[in-house]
T-cell receptor, first 113, second 112 residues
Framework: SQQGEEDPQALSIQEGENATMNCSYK?????LQWYRQNSGRGLVHLIL?????REKHSGRLRVTLDTSKKSSSLLITASRAADTASYFC?????????????FGTGTSLTVIP | DTEVTQTPKHLVMGMTNKKSLKCEQH?????MYWYKQKAKKPPELMFV???????INESVPSRFSPECPNSSLLNLHLHALQPEDSALYLC???????????FGPGTRLTVL
């Protein structure tokens, strides 16, 4: 079963606007990662944030992590049509069977030129 | 070289066929993964190999049989699949388990 839930499920914005997507998870984690997937292709790693970090930046990406709320957000600033893709969070969490790695349900982002 | 390669790109097979999917990486990564992804769903972890040993099997049916011949190669042997097994099969590798994963482009499998 999956550990992470993302919202919104789908998001449509105009080019140049900012896009924010959220991820909630259930157990304690070592780290949380965000991946992008263009339609029917492999996933591309975007950013990794460790459990002792609260915010991380990479280019136009900003990720926050709130371990007390078990949630993370991904902000893409100044969006471009090429950002159109599905975005998944992934958690490295603890369970009674050991470390488990799960992807969230994903957010489908459409950036309209 | 930060690439994970997968072959074939597409595969169509009947329910009585035996086929194999292949995955290769030359990044020196010690963890390799197989995922199954249905349309508009997140990838579901199937198997993890860590240091060439099967460390995670997420209750996958025995008609899927993984194999890790060496640290660079990962195979997924398929036998007697069902139509509901049709999906995109993704391979990934990482330095260590749960580290940043590098994904291949996937194999689109159709079971007739």
């Amino acid at each position: 079963s999956q550990q992470g839930e993302e919202d919104p499920q789908a998001l449509s914005i105009q080019e140049g606007e900012n896009a924010t997507m959220n991820c909630s998870y259930k157990t304690s984690i070592n780290n949380l990662q965000w991946y992008r997937q263009n339609s029917g292709r492999g996933l591309v790693h975007l950013i990794l944030i460790r459990s002792n970090e609260r915010e991380k930046h990479s280019g136009r990406l900003r990720v926050t992590l709130d371990t007390s709320k078990k949630s993370s957000s991904l902000l893409i600033t100044a969006s471009r049509a090429a950002d159109t893709a599905s975005y998944f969070c992934a958690t490295d969490g603890y369970s009674n069977t050991g470390n488990q790695f799960y992807f969230g349900t994903g957010t489908s982002l459409t950036v309209i030129p | 070289d930060t690439e994970v390669t997968q072959t074939p790109k597409h595969l169509v097979m009947g329910m009585t066929n035996k086929k194999s999917l292949k995955c290769e990486q030359h990044m020196g990564h010690r963890a390799m993964y197989w995922y199954k992804q249905k349309a508009k769903k997140p990838p579901e972890l199937m198997f993890v190999y860590s240091y060439e040993k099967l460390s995670i099997n997420e209750s996958v049916p025995s008609r899927f049989s993984p194999e890790c011949p060496n640290s660079s190669l990962l195979n997924l042997h398929l036998h007697a699949l069902q139509p509901e097994d049709s999906a995109l099969y993704l391979c990934a590798s990482s330095q260590f388990y749960t580290d940043t994963q590098y994904f291949g482009p996937g194999t689109r499998l159709t079971v007739l």
